[in-house]
C-alpha cells in the first residue's frame, strides 16, 4: 500500500506586516507506507493562497520510510486573519495530504507596542564587589509592526553598580519578544539605586524599571558549639560498626572522634544517613602505643542534615571497646574549614602536652580530643588564649577506657597554639588537637543556606508523582531571615512542586523544611532550581532539581494505517509496529496477541523479548503485522501486548478491507446453445474485475482447452487495467463441427489468483429444413388442361443459411407435372419460400410424379409426392 503524512497538521506564523515575509516553518512529508510516494503536485490552496509560498526538496517522488521536506512561508497581502491550505496531491490512498496555514497581517502603518514585564527589580542584600545572580525583565512588542531599537541602558545614581546583557537586537518583531538580564555588584555599603531604560520607536519610549539592592562588607562569624552526642560500649563485644543518634541542622560542622581496643591498623571511616563520607583530619589516626587503643578525628563541613552518625570498623571480626563522639558546630567555614590538626600519644603519664598549631583567623575553633586509660582531670590552654569549662566526657571513671572532648575559640591569630591533658593517675593516652575556621557574616544582614544543594530524583513516570525530598533551609546567624518567596525556576519548573513549613520569617539559626516532588511532563531530563528569596546577603539560594521522565510502555503507530484492500486469503506487506518501554525498569511481556472482530485476519513476528525474558529500560522491539483477510468487507482487531506496566495492556487497532481477487463475470459463460457449423454467433460480454489496491498488469488472454479454435474474442482490456476498474472481453462461438464443443477463456496476469477462467460451451448443428405439405392431390383433370397451382412452402428451420441446388419433378409422369418457385440459391434461417405445382394431363387414367429439394440440410432431398387424374 502507499500511504503519506504531514507533520506538524497545522501551522500558525505570528503577525507578519503586509508585504514583508516571514522566517520559514518547516512541515515533513514522510512515507508510511510500503511503495514509494510519487507526486503530482505541492500546492497552497484555500482562502488565500496567495499569503503563503513553499519551496521543497521532495523531486518527484520519496522512497518507503523516508521524508522530505516543505518550507512555508507567511508574507501577507492585506491585513487580518489569513489562512490556506498546504496540499499534497500523490498516488497515495490518503491523497490528498493537507495541513492548514493561519497568520495575521499587520498594516504596514501599524504601530509598535513596547512593554517590560517587571516595573521594579530588587537584588537584595549583596556582599561589596560581589556579583549577583542574573534577573531577567522581558521587553515585548505587542503591536502590529516591528519595534526598532535606540539603546538599552542601566541610568540613575548608581548605574555602575548594575550590567545589563540582552538580545534584543536592533529591532523586536510584531508579536515578538526579547530578555534582558540584569546583575548588581554593588561597589559600596548601604542602598543602591538605578534604572534600567529602553528607549525605542514606541510612541511611549522609554520604558523604564527601578533597580534597587543594598551593599554590605562581611565580618566574622563566631563558632558556637550546639550539641554533643556519643556512644561507647566498654565491654570486650565485638562490632563492626557503631552509630549515635544526633538530629542536626543543614549547614553545620559536625566533628567525630572515634576509637577502638582491638587494631593498631583498623582504617575505620564515618559515614551518616545523609550519605556523606566524612574526611579525616590531616594528623591520621593515633594509637597509645604501638599497639592499640586506636583513635582518630574525622569531620564535615556544610553538613546535610543527619539523624545518625557511624563509625565503620574494617577488621575482620569486629572490634572491643567502640567509641563515637559527635560535636555540632554552627557558625563554622562552609568550605576549606580545616586549619591543620597534630596528634600526640603519651604513656604512664599525669600531663600530655599536645604540639603546636598555627590558625588562620581570628575566631576559629579549636578541638582537643583524647583517648586514656584513666580520668582525665583537666585541658590547660597555652599562651594566647583560654579555655572554657566545656569539657564532655564518657566512659565510667576507673573504667580503663575513657573518652573526652572539648573546644574553645579563639579571638585573634594563633600561631603557635599548644594544650596539655592531666590525668589522675598516670595512664596511656592518645590525643588529637585540631583548628578549624570560623565562617562570615555581613553585620546585621542574615546569611542562608539550602542543603542538600542538589536533588536527583532518578527516572518517574510521565503524568505520576515522585515521593518527596526535603531541602532545609538554615538561617546561618543571630537575626530573623525574612522569606518572600520559595518557587522553581527553569526550563521544566511545571514538572516540580514543593510544600514547606517555612513561614514568613525564619528565626536567628533556625531551619525549616522544604519538601519537593517530581511529577515528569514529558519524556526526557527534566530540569529546573527552587529557589528561595529572601533578606538574606545572599539572595536568592537555589538548589538544582533534576529528574528523567519515563513514558508508560506504547505501542506507536498507534492505530496502524490500515492495510487498505487486500485480496481475500492473500497476505500483505508488512507493518512494522515499534513497542517502546520508556519506564525506568525492565518490562516483564507476557503475551502479544490480537482481539477483537477478526483477530484471524492478522498476525505478527516480532523481536520481543518474551517473560521470563525481559525489555530493558529505555529501549524499544518491533511488532510487524501482516494482513490476511479470510471474508470480504472491512475487517478490524486489536494489537495487544500484555505486560507488568501500569498501563498493560497496550493496543492498537488494525484495519483492512478484504476484497475478491480479479474475476471474469460471468463464469462460466451461458451456453452458446446449438450454432450451425461454420456459422459465428453473437458475441456473449465478459468482465474482468480488478478488485485490488493496485493495478493488475496482463500478460494473455485466450482459450484453452479442447475446441478453443471454435471460439473467438476481442477487449478493450490493454495491457493493465487500474485497480478498482474492470474491462470487456467479447466472446463469439463458430462450431468447427457437429456435436457438444467447449473451451476456457483464459486470463494470466499479475494477480495472486492468476489465471482467471471462465469455461465456454455451444453445440454444432447442421442446416435444417422442413416442408409443406408433403403430398399433393390434383383430383380429375381434362386431359391437356392445366390445373390451377398447389403450394409447397420450404422453411429453413435451423441455424443457418440453407444453400438450394435444385428444385425439380422426377419420377413415371414428371412432364404432366410443373413447377415454379420463389426459393433462390439460399434461404435464411427462419425464412420461407415457395414452390408453385400445376398438373396437366396427357391421358386418361392416374397419373404420379415427385416434387424434390436439393440442398445441403441433413435430410437433403425433401420429397413431395404429386398425383392426378387425366379424365374426359
Known amino acids: ?81 489569513r489562512a490556506a491550505t498546504l496540499t499534497v496531491t500523490d498516488n497515495a490512498s490518503n491523497s490528498p495530504q493537507t495541513a492548514s496555514l493561519t497568520g495575521t497581517g499587520a498594516s504596514a502603518g501599524g504601530s509598535s507596542t513596547a512593554s517590560l514585564s517587571l516595573p521594579a527589580l530588587n537584588f537584595g542584600v549583596q556582599q561589596v564587589s560581589v556579583t549577583s545572580p542574573a534577573q531577567a525583565v522581558t521587553l515585548s512588542n505587542s503591536g502590529s509592526a516591528a ?119 583498623d582504617n575505620f571511616t564515618v559515614t551518616d544517613s545523609a550519605g556523606q563520607t566524612w574526611v579525616q583530619t590531616s594528623s591520621g589516626y593515633r594509637n597509645e602505643s604501638s599497639t592499640p587503643p586506636r583513635s582518630g578525628m574525622f569531620y564535615v563541613a556544610n553538613s546535610a542534615a543527619v539523624t545518625s552518625v557511624t563509625v565503620n570498623y574494617t577488621t575482620s571480626g569486629g572490634v572491643v571497646k567502640p567509641g563515637i563522639m559527635v ?63 566545656n569539657r564532655v566526657t564518657i566512659g565510667n571513671s576507673g573504667s580503663n577506657v575513657r573518652m573526652a572532648m572539648q573546644y574553645a575559640v579563639v579571638s585573634s591569630l594563633q600561631a603557635n597554639a599548644t594544650t596539655s591533658m592531666t590525668y589522675t593517675p598516670s595512664n596511656w593516652n592518645g590525643n588529637i588537637f585540631a583548628a578549624f575556621k570560623g565562617g562570615t557574616s555581613t553585620g546585621g544582614s542574615q546569611t542562608a543556606s539550602l542543603s542538600p544543594s542538589s536533588l536527583a530524583f532518578g527516572s518517574q513516570n510521565v503524568g505520576t508523582g515522585s515521593a518527596a525530598q526535603a531541602v532545609a533551609l538554615k538561617n546561618g546567624t543571630s537575626s530573623p531571615l525574612s522569606i518572600s518567596s520559595i518557587a522553581f525556576t527553569g526550563a521544566n519548573s511545571g514538572d516540580f512542586a514543593q510544600t514547606n513549613n517555612c513561614a514568613a520569617s525564619l528565626a536567628a539559626g533556625a531551619s525549616c523544611s522544604i519538601d519537593v516532588t517530581f511529577t515528569p511532563t514529558a519524556v526526557g531530563v527534566r530540569g529546573a532550581t527552587l529557589t528561595v528569596i529572601d533578606n538574606a546577603t545572599n539572595s536568592p539560594q537555589t538548589a538544582s532539581v533534576t529528574g528523567t521522565g519515563a513514558g508508560l510502555a506504547s505501542l506507536s503507530p498507534s492505530p496502524v494505517p490500515d492495510f487498505g484492500n487486500q485480496s481475500v486469503s492473500t497476505s500483505s506487506a508488512g507493518q512494522a509496529v515499534t513497542f517502546s518501554n520508556p519506564t525506568a525498569t525492565a518490562l516483564s511481556i507476557t503475551s502479544i496477541a490480537f482481539t477483537g472482530a477478526n483477530p484471524g485476519d492478522f498476525g505478527q513476528t516480532n523481536n520481543c523479548p518474551i517473560s521470563p525474558s525481559t525489555l530493558a529500560a529505555n529501549t524499544t522491539c518491533t511488532i510487524n503485522v501482516i494482513f490476511t483477510p479470510a471474508a470480504t468487507g472491512l475487517r478490524g482487531a486489536t494489537l495487544a501486548v500484555t505486560d507488568n506496566a501500569t498501563n498493560s495492556p497496550q493496543i492498537s487497532g488494525v484495519s483492512g478491507t478484504g476484497t475478491a481477487p480479479p474475476r471474469l463475470s460471468p463464469s462460466p459463460v451461458p451456453d452458446f446453445g446449438s450454432l450451425q457449423v461454420g456459422t ?116 429453413n428451420t435451423g441455424f443457418g443459411p440453407v444453400a438450394i441446388s435444385g428444385v425439380a419433378i422426377t419420377g413415371t409422369n414428371a412432364g404432366n407435372f410443373a413447377q415454379t418457385n420463389n426459393c433462390g440459391s439460399s434461404l435464411a434461417v427462419g425464412a420461407s419460400c415457395t414452390i408453385s405445382v400445376t398438373f396437366t394431363p396427357s391421358s386418361m387414367g392416374n397419373e404420379s410424379a415427385t416434387l424434390m429439394i436439393s440442398d445441403n440440410a441433413g435430410d437433403s432431398p425433401q420429397q413431395v409426392s404429386v398425383a392426378g387424374t387425366g379424365g374426359p
Open 1 to 81: 500500500t502507499t500511504t503519506a503524512g504531514l507533520s506538524p497538521t497545522s501551522l500558525t506564523f505570528i503577525t507578519q506586516q503586509v508585504g514583508s515575509t516571514s522566517a520559514a516553518q518547516a512541515v515533513a512529508l514522510t512515507n508510511t507506507g510500503t511503495t514509494p510516494v510519487s507526486f503530482t503536485s505541492i500546492a497552497i490552496t484555500g482562502a488565500n493562497p496567495a499569503d503563503f509560498g513553499q519551496t521543497n526538496n521532495c523531486g518527484a517522488s520519496v522512497a518507503v520510510g523516508a521524508n522530505c521536506t516543505i518550507n512555508v512561508t507567511f508574507a501577507p497581502v492585506a491585513a487580518g486573519t
Open 147 to 265: 519595534l526598532s531599537m535606540t539603546s538599552i541602558a542601566v541610568t540613575g545614581t548608581n548605574a555602575g553598580d548594575f550590567v545589563q546583557t540582552n538580545n534584543c537586537g536592533s529591532s523586536v518583531a510584531a508579536g515578538a519578544n526579547c530578555t534582558i538580564s540584569l546583575t548588581f555588584t554593588p561597589t559600596a555599603n548601604g542602598t543602591r539605586s538605578a534604572s534600567l531604560t529602553v528607549t525605542d520607536s514606541d510612541s511611549g519610549s522609554p520604558q523604564s524599571a527601578s533597580l534597587t539592592g543594598s551593599g554590605t562588607t562581611p565580618s566574622a562569624l563566631v563558632p558556637a558549639l550546639v550539641q554533643v552526642q556519643n556512644n561507647f560500649i566498654t565491654t570486650n563485644t565485638a562490632q563492626s560498626s557503631l552509630s549515635v543518634n544526633i538530629s542536626t541542622a543543614p549547614g553545620d560542622l559536625l566533628i567525630a572522634f572515634c576509637r577502638e581496643s582491638t587494631s593498631g591498623t
Open 327 to 389: 560535636m555540632e558546630i554552627s557558625g563554622a567555614a562552609t568550605s576549606g574549614v580545616a586549619d591543620g590538626s597534630v596528634n600526640n600519644t603519651a604513656a604512664s603519664t599525669t600531663t600530655s602536652t599536645s604540639r603546636s598549631l598555627t590558625t588562620t583567623n581570628a575566631n576559629d575553633l579549636l578541638v582537643f580530643a583524647t583517648d586514656t586509660s584513666g580520668n582525665e582531670t583537666g585541658w590547660t590552654a597555652g599562651a594566647g588564649y583560654a579555655i572554657p569549662n
Open 680 to 795: 459465428t454467433s453473437s458475441a456473449q460480454a465478459v468482465t474482468l474485475t480488478n478488485t485490488q489496491s493496485t493495478a493488475l498488469t496482463l500478460t494473455s488472454i485466450a482459450f484453452t482447452g479442447a475446441n478453443s479454435g471454435d471460439f473467438a474474442q476481442t477487449n478493450n482490456c490493454g495491457t493493465s487495467v487500474a485497480a478498482g476498474a474492470n474491462c470487456t472481453i467479447n466472446v463469439a462461438f463458430t462450431p468447427a463441427a457437429l456435436g457438444t464443443r467447449s473451451a476456457t477463456l483464459t486470463v494470466t496476469d499479475d494477480a495472486t489468483n492468476s489465471p482467471q477462467t471462465a469455461s465456454l460451451s455451444g453445440t454444432g448443428v447442421p442446416p435444417a429444413v422442413s416442408v409443406s405439405p408433403i403430398s399433393l392431390s390434383f383430383g380429375t383433370q381434362s386431359l391437356l388442361v392445366t390445373s390451377a397451382p398447389q403450394n409447397v412452402t420450404l422453411s
